[in-house]
C-alpha cells in the first residue's frame, strides 16, 4: 500500500500563515500539517510516498526529504499550480497510482490515526472516509445507502438544508485498490480532463463512475474519531482545540466563551440554557419568518421597550433592553459610583465592569457552601452604598426568599442605599411564578431596586443576546438607555419578543422541569463519593470535591469523554479551594454526566 498526499495548493484563505509556506507547511500544535499526517501514515505498513508539490514546494522536499520515518518519500511537482486544481494534480501522479493500492489524502487536514486504521483494516477495497454532515463543514457531501454504497455526490448548487440528516461529508481520505484505480478511475480522468479541463476537482470523476453505476466504491462511516479540514483561519483555531493537549483543550474552551455549536460531540455543562425552550412550535414559527428577519432592519430601542412592557407588564420609562444581560451590566455599572458591594464568589462580569471611581467591597461568606442570609446583607450594608445581589445566586445556588428579600430592600431604602438585583435564574427557583421582583408595584414603592434580568439564560436563546434593566429610578434607566445604540437588538430578538406572550404556559412548563430535573440530579450527585453537592435554586449546581480528588483533574478527565464543566477553582473567592459547577440539562444529559462521573 502506498500513500498519494496533494499538496500543490496555495491555501490562500489561511492569510499570513501561507505568505511563506505552502499550507501543509504551516506549523500547527508543534508540527506541519504534513508531519502529522506522516507520523500517522508511517506507523503502518506503507511502501511509499509519493508528494504533488507546487507552491514553495522546494521548502516540502527541505523538511521532508527522501524519507519519512524509514518510508521513502518521492516527489512529483506541479508547476501550473495557479491556474489548475487537485484534478491535474492526481492526474500527474497517474504512473504512481497504475503500479499498487494506494490510500490519497489532501494536505490540510488533521486527524486521529485510528481513522486509518480502521481503513486498513477494512477488507473492502475501495472506500471513501465519510462523517455525518455538521453545520460547521463545507466541500463535497454524499448520500449513500445502508449498504454503504454512495448514491448521490450533492454538489454545492443541489445542496438541500432540508436533507441534511441524509448527508455525509467526504473527509478527503480514499482507499483505491490498483485494479480500480487502473481499470475505472484514470481513464475516466483522462477523458474528464481532457474534455472539460484541470481547474476541477478529482472527486468530479467519482461522480461520473457513479453515474454509469460504477459500484465499485464504498464508504467507511467515522463513529467519534476526529478530523478536521483546515482551509481557513476560524478552521486552523478550532483544528487546534480539537487536537491539543486535554490541559490546553480546557484553557481554549473557557477562552471562547461560547460557540460550542462547532464541536459537534462536545457536551456542554459548563454554560446555562434551558433546553426546553423554546417549544419547538415557537422554533417553527421563528423559521417561517427568517428570511423577512434576516433581510430587515429591527426597530429602534421604543419599540423594543414596549415589547419588554408587553411581557413583564411594567411601564415604559422603567425599562431598558440589552444585547444580553452584558451590556446592560456595563451600562448600569457606567453610572453607579460611591461604594460597591459584592458577593463572592460571583458573575465575573460585576466585578469586571464597576468603574475605576468607585469603590469595591467584597463579602465572602465563611462557610463550605458559600451561603448567606439577609442579616449577613444588613450587616454588609455598613461598609457599601450599593449591592450587587444575584439570586439566585451565581454560582453558589443561594437563595433568599422573597419576603426576607424585601426585608432587605426596605432595609437598605431606608439607609438610603441601593441593591441591583440580577434574577436571571429565578424562574427555576420553586414557586417561580411568585419569585420575580419584576413588578410594577414592588419596583414603584422601592426606586432604590434595580433589576437585571438576563433572557437568554432562562429562556434558552443565548444566541439571539437578550435582556433588560428595569426600575423606577427614571434618571438612571434613562442614562441606561442613552448609553445604547440605536439598533442594539438585531430583528430576529425583536421577534422573539413580540411572540413570547403566546408561550408562556409553555415557558413556565419547562422551567419546571428544570427544578424537578434539579431535584433528581442533585441525589444522583449525592451518590457520587468524592463530590459535595451544595443546594440550588438555579439551573446548575455546584459540587465541592472531596479530597483526594481535585476540580482540575475532574475536568479533564471528563472532557476526554467530551464532557465541559466548570472549574471554580481559580474563580474569585474560592482562592484554590475544590469546587466545579454543574449545569442542569435535560434527564438524558444529566444522567450522562452521571454516568461519566461514577466512571472516574
Known amino acids: 500500500m502506498q500513500v498519494v498526499i496533494l499538496a500543490a495548493g496555495m491555501g490562500k484563505r489561511l492569510k499570513q500563515k501561507t505568505q511563506e509556506h505552502t499550507k501543509s507547511m504551516v506549523p500547527i500544535l508543534g508540527k506541519t500539517f504534513l508531519e502529522h499526517s506522516l507520523d500517522k501514515l508511517t506507523k503502518f505498513d506503507i511502501s511509499r510516498i509519493i508528494i504533488v508539490i507546487g507552491y514553495c514546494g522546494e521548502e516540502i522536499k527541505r523538511v521532508i526529504g527522501d524519507s519519512y520515518n524509514n518510508v521513502p518519500v518521492f516527489y512529483i511537482e506541479n508547476k501550473i499550480y495557479k491556474s489548475t486544481n487537485n484534478i491535474y494534480s492526481l492526474s500527474l501522479a497517474k504512473n504512481y497510482l497504475c503500479a499498487e493500492d494506494t490510500l490519497l489524502l489532501e494536505s490540510d487536514l488533521i486527524y486521529d490515526v485510528e481513522i486509518i486504521q480502521k481503513l486498513l483494516q477494512n477488507p473492502y477495497p475501495n472506500l471513501a472516509v465519510v462523517d455525518k454532515y455538521q453545520s460547521y463543514m463545507d466541500g463535497t457531501v454524499v448520500k449513500i445507502n445502508q449498504n454503504d454504497e454512495i448514491m448521490e455526490f450533492v454538489p454545492k448548487e443541489h445542496f438541500d ?46 461522480k461520473v463512475l457513479l453515474s454509469l453505476e460504477k459500484k465499485d466504491l464504498k464508504v467507511l462511516r467515522l463513529e467519534h474519531e476526529k478530523w478536521y479540514e483546515v482551509d481557513d483561519l476560524q478552521d486552523f483555531d478550532i483544528a487546534e482545540c480539537l487536537f491539543c493537549s486535554n490541559e490546553d483543550r480546557m484553557l481554549r474552551y473557557e477562552k471562547r466563551y461560547g460557540g460550542y455549536w462547532r464541536f459537534a460531540d462536545l457536551k456542554d455543562f459548563c454554560y446555562l440554557v434551558n433546553p426546553y425552550f423554546p417549544s419547538q412550535q415557537m422554533i417553527e414559527e421563528i423559521k417561517n ?91 454588609f450594608a455598613q461598609e457599601i452604598d450599593t449591592l450587587i445581589l444575584i439570586n439566585p445566586d451565581n454560582p453558589s445556588g443561594n437563595f433568599i426568599e422573597k419576603n426576607d428579600f424585601l426585608e432587605l430592600v426596605k432595609f437598605y431604602k431606608e439607609h438610603g442605599k441601593k441593591i441591583i438585583l440580577d434574577e436571571s435564574f429565578v424562574d427555576f427557583s420553586e414557586n417561580l411564578d411568585d419569585n420575580s421582583f419584576l413588578q410594577k408595584d414592588i419596583l414603584k414603592e422601592f426606586p432604590n431596586l434595580i433589576v437585571i434580568k438576563s433572557i437568554s439564560k432562562s429562556y434558552g436563546v443565548p444566541g439571539l443576546r437578550l435582556g433588560l434593566v428595569a426600575s423606577s429610578d427614571m434618571l438612571l434607566v434613562r442614562k441606561c438607555r442613552e448609553n445604547l445604540p440605536i439598533w442594539n437588538i438585531n430583528s430576529f430578538a425583536e421577534f422573539f419578543l413580540q411572540i413570547l406572550n403566546k408561550y408562556k404556559d409553555a415557558y413556565r412548563q419547562a422551567c419546571r422541569k428544570i427544578a424537578d430535573n434539579r431535584k433528581i440530579f442533585f441525589n444522583q450527585l449525592a451518590k457520587i463519593p468524592f463530590l459535595r453537592p451544595i443546594p440550588s435554586q438555579a439551573n446548575y449546581i455546584l459540587c465541592e470535591v472531596l479530597s ?46 452521571i454516568c461519566a462521573l461514577e466512571m472516574l
Open 161 to 206: 438544508y432540508k436533507e441534511v440528516e441524509n448527508y455525509y461529508k467526504t473527509v478527503n481520505i480514499y482507499k483505491f485498490s490498483q485494479s480500480f484505480l487502473k481499470n475505472q478511475y484514470l481513464p475516466f480522468l483522462e477523458v474528464y480532463c481532457k474534455t472539460i479541463g484541470y481547474n476541477s476537482y478529482y472527486e468530479q470523476v467519482l
Open 548 to 593: 483526594p480528588y481535585r476540580a482540575d483533574k475532574i475536568c479533564m478527565e471528563l472532557l476526554k469523554s467530551n464532557i465541559f464543566v466548570k472549574n471554580c477553582q481559580n474563580k474569585m473567592g474560592f482562592d484554590g479551594s475544590q469546587y466545579i459547577r454543574l449545569a442542569v440539562k435535560s434527564q438524558e444529559e444529566n444522567d450522562f454526566l
Open 289 to 379: 419568518k427568517f428570511e423577512n428577519l434576516l433581510m430587515n432592519y429591527p426597530s429602534g430601542q421604543k419599540i423594543q421597550q414596549n415589547l419588554m412592557v408587553n411581557i413583564f407588564n411594567l411601564d415604559e420609562d422603567m425599562i431598558a433592553v440589552g444585547n444580553g444581560a452584558a451590556e446592560l451590566i456595563s451600562c448600569l455599572l457606567s453610572e453607579i459610583n460611591g461604594r460597591i458591594g459584592i458577593i463572592l464568589p460571583t458573575f465575573q462580569e460585576y466585578p469586571m465592569r464597576v468603574t475605576k471611581t468607585s469603590e469595591v467591597h467584597y463579602f465572602l461568606p465563611k462557610n463550605s457552601d458559600f451561603s448567606y442570609s439577609v442579616d449577613d446583607l444588613k450587616i
